[in-house]
Every structure is written in structure tokens, then in C-alpha cells.
């Protein structure tokens, strides 16, 4: 994963929130403040904007410019996570030019952490955790396993859109959401969802042939 792969990942994830901007709200009116896709959308359009007119000369780099935006730009509670998790992303990476799989999955594992440590939070908490705790354990498992880095992102992916999916039935022990108790039960997590979008764009990104 190079500066290019890192750049075309957060204008991905900008389109890709854009497009579900009215589903995440419609999640987050349900067990939150109705803001999550509102908020997500201003933050990622401005962190493209910055990247496409900014030199980075490594992606961790890139990553954690992204972050310091998220942080400044995002409101609520997902404005710090996310922006705390592409900077520890950026910072696990270093200085080097082109990350390769484990170099990745360091990122993402410092990422976990990252979220972890300033949300209080655990899977079956009923946040984004609940979506990239998994994520992160299976693309640990398949680039153990000789997978490519491409390939790892894809079950990585795949599993955060599971994790995601499996918050519905969970009483939501964190966040705003936790307010409502058992009435939260029944609804999916918005963060959770998003993350599962965010990883998914890292997917279909790295998936695309060399240009």
C-alpha cells in the first residue's frame, strides 16, 4: 500500500459515505443525535479535498493528516475515533514509501487500539468496535495464513460488514445510544456500519489493477 493506494482510499471513502450518508443518519436517528452520516460526509469530503491538493510522501503520512482533519472537522463522538484511528494508522506506518501486509495489519491493530483506549469500548458494546475488532482479527488470520495484502483486506472487510450486521440484537452498553437501554436493542449500529463501509473501501481500492 503506497501514497497512491492511501489517496484513492479516503476519496473512496468519500464517495462511498456520500452515498450512504441518508442510510447512516437514518441508522443514527434511531438509537442517536440522527447526525452520524451528516457528520461523516463533511468530514471525509474535506480530508478528500485535502489529499487530492497536498503532496504526502509516505501513506502514514497521508493517513495521519487525514486524522488531524477528522479530529478538527468531524463533530460528536465520531469525529475523535475516527480521527484517532487514522492517526494511529498513519503513525504505525511510519516513514516508509510502500506499506506492505503486515505493515498493514499493524495499522489497523493500532487503529483497534486506538478507538479501544478513548471509547472505554469492547465488542458487544454496540460500537464501530463491535465492526473493526473482527475486521482486524481476520486479516491478522489471513495474512498469517499466506494471504495477499489485497486478499486479507477483502476477509477483513467482509467481516467488519458481519460485525456490523450482528450489533442489531445487542443492548448498546456505550455512547449515546446506551441512554435508551433496552430500546436500543433491535436497531444496527451506525458506527459500526460505517466502519464496515470505511474497510470496504480499503478493499475495492486495493483490489483495482495497477494503473
Known amino acids: 500500500m503506497d501514497t497512491t493506494n492511501a489517496r484513492s482510499w479516503v476519496v473512496e471513502i468519500a464517495r462511498v459515505v456520500e452515498e450512504n450518508k441518508d442510510y447512516l443518519t437514518h441508522l443514527d436517528s434511531a438509537i442517536g443525535d440522527a447526525d452520524h452520516g451528516v457528520n461523516l460526509s463533511r468530514g471525509f469530503s474535506q480530508a478528500a479535498a485535502l489529499v487530492t491538493t497536498t503532496d504526502y510522501a509516505t501513506p502514514g503520512a497521508l493517513l495521519t493528516a487525514v486524522g488531524n482533519t477528522l479530529i478538527s472537522k468531524v463533530g460528536g463522538a465520531s469525529g ?3 480521527g484517532t484511528a487514522f492517526r494511529k494508522a498513519g503513525k504505525a506506518m511510519g516513514d516508509t514509501p510502500e506499506v ?3 505493515g498493514l495489519g499493524r495499522a489497523l491493530e493500532e487503529a483497534l487500539t486506538g478507538v479501544t483506549t478513548l471509547g472505554a469500548s ?4 454496540k460500537t464501530m468496535v463491535d465492526a ?3 475486521a482486524v482479527a481476520a486479516y491478522r488470520a489471513a495474512v498469517g495464513s499466506g494471504a495477499s495484502l489485497a486478499d486479507a483486506m477483502a476477509d477483513a472487510a467482509a467481516a467488519a460488514d458481519e460485525g456490523a450486521k ?3 440484537p445487542l443492548q448498546a452498553l456505550k455512547g449515546r445510544a446506551s441512554y435508551l437501554g433496552p430500546r436500543s436493542v433491535g436497531h444496527q449500529d451506525p ?3 460505517s466502519t464496515a ?3 470496504g473501501a ?3 481500492v486495493l483490489a483495482r489493477p495497477p494503473a
Open 80 to 82: 475523535p475515533l475516527y
Open 191 to 193: 458506527g459500526a456500519t
Open 166 to 168: 450482528a450489533t442489531i
Open 100 to 102: 506492505d501486509a503486515a
Open 197 to 199: 463501509l470505511l474497510l
Open 122 to 125: 469492547a465488542v458487544g458494546d
Open 202 to 204: 480499503l478493499r475495492d
Open 132 to 134: 473493526l475488532d473482527p
